[in-house]
């Protein structure tokens, strides 16, 4: 069965420092690959997807980055964060509905 | 634009009653329509689907409308209970897109 994991859980970083944020699924190949952010009381916003390795589609403009290393790896990053980076982000696959990952808690300070 | 839309950010419903959760829609693009239930701190989960073609999905407690001319759809849950307490987001897919509604909050008093 397919199964997909985010690491960290937690994450507490300060303004203007560095993020990397990892997203591995396993059980399947070429998946499509989705970044969301959940923001406190809002909805989820897709940020990146991706159809294969080294194809990144953006879907908001900031000041973050996603990249596809290898076909089952999806990372978030991002040079110098923002307060407003803060927020719940989830990693997804897709078949015909769409899977998510158990999510990563991001406070920026 | 927010394309797929909840309206109702919270609803509380007494246990044994039925829930009923609401979507609308602005694309007429979208062929296929998905509920997603998410407790804090966790990733969501599927749920139950439709595809544009049908009006109507059961599984088990939980139904799903679909009413294309008014581009609503809805989420009814017979009996809720406690455990459905939950925030319930509706999707919405248009080629390799997911949309997402802002989510209701449901809280099902015992």
């Known amino acids: 069965s397919q199964t997909i994991h985010q690491w960290p859980a937690t994450l507490v970083q300060p303004v203007g420092s560095p993020l990397s944020l990892e997203c591995t699924v396993e059980g399947t190949s070429n998946p499509n690959l989705y970044w969301y952010r959940q923001a406190a009381g809002r909805g989820l916003q897709l940020l990146f997807y991706s159809v294969g390795i080294g194809q990144i589609s953006s879907e908001v403009p900031q000041n973050l980055s996603a990249s596809r290393p290898q076909d089952r790896q999806f990372i978030l990053s991002s040079k110098k964060l923002l307060l407003s980076d803060s927020g719940f982000y989830l990693c997804a696959w897709r078949t015909e509905t769409q899977y998510f990952g158990p999510g990563t808690r991001l406070l920026v300070l | 634009d927010q394309q797929v839309k909840q309206n109702s950010p919270s609803l509380s419903v007494q246990e044994g009653r039925i829930s009923i959760l609401n979507c609308d829609y602005t694309?007429?693009?979208?062929?296929?329509f998905l509920w997603y239930k998410k407790y804090p701190a966790e990733g969501p989960t599927f749920l139950i689907s439709i595809s544009s073609i049908k009006d109507k999905n059961e599984d088990g407690r939980f139904t799903v409308f679909l009413n294309k001319s008014a581009k609503h759809l809805s989420l009814h849950i017979v009996p809720s209970q406690p455990g459905d307490s939950a925030v319930y987001f509706c999707?919405?897919?248009?080629?390799?897109?997911?949309?997402f509604g802002t989510g209701t909050s449901l809280t099902v008093i015992p």
């Open positions: 694309n007429s693009m979208f062929d296929y």
């Open positions: 999707a919405a897919i248009s080629g390799n897109q997911f949309y």
